[in-house]
């Protein structure tokens, strides 16, 4: 008969630890069976029946949530991270801000935080900033210009560059720049009306921002090509043109209260002035209000070359000088379209 072996089986230890089930938190003051137990704030434990605090500092493992709200109108914007990050600011933008205005010994951590504080980068260019929005909202410019200029401005000073230009002369240039980008070209005479920088100033800068933009794009995509990437084609910066004679036709009619009709016909003027060549050599302010004096009076809505010189910011006398060039050439530029049906009519329009 066979032997049937036996394998010992390991003995229990009898010093491992066990969970004892048969313990529980119970309020020394209650002794409740069971334990009334509350959790307020989910970082203590309090007997619901006395009050006592049987626990505290204990983790928190629910969820985060803060509230970012720009107004007190109970408009709860929860967020578990905080603020998103601003691509204008440079760092990890992690550092707690302690306001200013304060007494006190706040006030001496206000100054204590500035003295250590390594954002200090970030003031100068929160400083352009400010300056930047002021000047946008004072001339009724977007928003999305107001931040393109303030992208612009960031790359300059990211690089270093312009380092013996004010920096009134190179927020001048983005504004400049960044209305050209925003299809909403502004002029070198209302630039300087709100920056207080000269024109010929602002030329300059503008070419030079140009240049140095250009020459920052053309390497960015250098550098993806070379490693292997594909450029991104809606990250690459894009030369401004010179602006056209219709693009400020709409912007320059608005402020003269002028109907579509007359803005409508103005721009086609332009467009078909500046193709032809019959005011070569002019500006496109001389070009558009001429056009604008012109088809004001085409159309039965006619407006002084004085009012006009005030919006353009063109003297009348070259207004008058302009619209005498096109009224020798009115059969040839005026299209039979824009007349017919009673629309308008060539015998309104003034012989100077």
Not at 177 to 187: D, G, H, L, S, W
Request: proline share 5%.
């Amino acid at each position: 008969m066979a032997a049937v072996s036996s394998v010992p089986r390991a003995s229990a230890d009898p010093n491992a630890w066990k969970k004892n089930l048969a313990a529980h938190l119970i309020c020394p003051e209650c002794k409740e069976v069971p334990p009334n137990l509350e959790f307020p704030d989910s970082h203590e434990t309090v007997c619901g029946s006395c009050g006592l605090v049987l626990a505290d500092r204990e983790i928190d493992m629910h969820s985060e949530w803060r509230t970012f709200s720009n107004d007190d109108q109970n408009n709860d914007d929860p967020s578990r991270v905080g603020e998103a990050v601003n691509p204008l600011l440079n760092g990890d933008q992690l550092e707690t801000q302690i306001a200013s205005g304060a007494s006190g010994r706040a006030r001496e951590l206000y100054r204590a935080q500035n003295k250590q504080s390594s954002e200090k980068a970030n003031k100068s260019l929160l400083a352009a900033y400010k300056e930047i929005g002021a000047l946008c909202d004072g001339f009724n410019i977007q928003k999305n210009v107001a931040d393109t200029a303030k992208y612009l401005f960031k790359v300059v000073d990211d690089a270093k560059a312009f380092k013996g230009k004010s920096q009134d002369v190179i927020i001048a240039g983005c504004i400049f720049i960044a209305c050209r980008q925003c299809k909403v070209p502004r002029t070198f005479t209302e630039i300087f009306a709100v920056t207080r920088v000269s024109r010929k100033e602002i030329g300059r800068i503008y070419k030079a921002l140009e240049k140095f933009f250009t020459a920052q794009n053309l390497e960015r995509i250098n550098n993806v090509v070379s490693n292997g990437g594909v450029p991104d084609p809606n990250d690459t910066y894009t030369a401004t043109t010179s602006t056209k004679p219709s693009d400020l036709c709409n912007r320059f009619c608005n402020l003269l209260d002028l109907p579509f009709q007359v803005t409508s016909v103005s721009s086609s003027l332009s467009d078909r002035v500046t193709a032809m060549g019959d005011l070569a050599g002019r500006s496109p302010l001389s070009i558009v209000a001429a056009c604008i004096y012109m088809a004001s009076y085409l159309m039965g809505h006619g407006k002084s070359a004085k009012e006009i010189s005030q919006v353009a910011h063109v003297s009348d006398g070259t207004i008058r000088g302009a619209y005498k060039q096109l009224y020798a050439e009115r059969e040839r530029l005026v299209d039979p379209e824009w007349i017919k049906d009673g629309k308008g009519d060539m015998k309104n329009l003034p012989v100077s």
